[in-house]
């Protein structure tokens, strides 16, 4: 009698365990859809005005185009930051370094450089990048959202890891021209620029700064696009497509 209750035991507890285990991973993939849905109602919501907004005014709507959308293009920008902590917790199993470098590259472009100098927000460039950035967005999220309900629709899959081989290094040449666009800004006003008083006797000159970040964006961008490469062998191989349709 007590070796059969030790038994019932050990099945409770493994019941248990295995109902907690789940339990804990729909959790866990029910946040993580209703974050790709933030995401990408975001990014749609900025892609379709950019659209509707160049067909209605032309040119005309380039130039204020960052006073339309920036706040919600910075508000997807800092919830984005949240990607580094799903990967840090394990609910994410995508790479840590890609990511951060991503993340990182349009956190500092879009804060340090574009929204710091109004005189640049209104240039063509930062039109041509939001564009790049939010079309990869929309394809990404809507592709991960669908993965988060086991449904793998292949062309879409095709898009998203390929789209991204094309695109990412030209909106990398659009962060590029951005810092370059601004560089004259900042030597100007001075932004960002720091002289420290006697006895540090040290300074900081931005615009040096950012043509130093030049170096380590393009240096960035080649592991990056490494990194795609890679990915796009991984879920495009043969035996992974045929594992996705069945």
């Not at 790709?36 to 749609?44: I, K």
């Not at 706040?71 to 997807?76: A, E, G, I, N, P």
Request: hydrophobic share 50%; with cysteine; charged share 15%.
């Amino acid at each position: 009698r007590v070796q059969f209750l030790q038994v019932k035991k050990v099945e409770y507890c493994s019941k248990s365990y295995s109902l907690h285990f789940h339990l804990h991973s729909f959790t866990m993939n029910t946040y993580l859809f209703v974050y790709d849905l933030m995401q990408f109602c975001g990014h749609s919501w900025i892609f379709t005005n950019m659209i509707i907004r160049f067909m209605s005014f032309g040119k005309d709507s380039l130039a204020d185009t960052f006073y339309s959308i920036g706040l919600v293009m910075r508000l997807c920008q800092l919830l984005s930051i949240l990607e580094i902590l799903h990967i840090l917790t394990g609910i994410d199993k995508s790479r840590l370094f890609p990511r951060i470098l991503q993340i990182a590259e349009r956190i500092i472009v879009l804060f340090v450089v574009i929204n710091s100098q109004e005189e640049v927000q209104g240039k063509f460039v930062v039109c041509v990048l939001f564009f790049l950035w939010n079309l990869l967005d929309v394809v990404r999220y809507t592709y991960n959202m669908l993965a988060r309900m086991g449904i793998y629709y292949l062309p879409l899959t095709w898009l998203n890891f390929s789209l991204c081989i094309p695109l990412y290094p030209l909106s990398v040449l659009a962060k590029a021209f951005a810092i370059c666009v601004s560089l004259p800004y900042f030597e100007s006003f001075g932004t960002y620029s720091i002289k420290l008083p006697f006895p540090f006797a040290f300074s900081i000159y931005f615009p040096y700064v950012l043509k130093m970040y030049l170096l380590v964006l393009f240096i960035g961008m080649c592991f990056i696009i490494q990194n795609l490469f890679s990915e796009r062998k991984a879920h495009l191989g043969t035996g992974n497509i045929k594992k996705k349709r069945s």
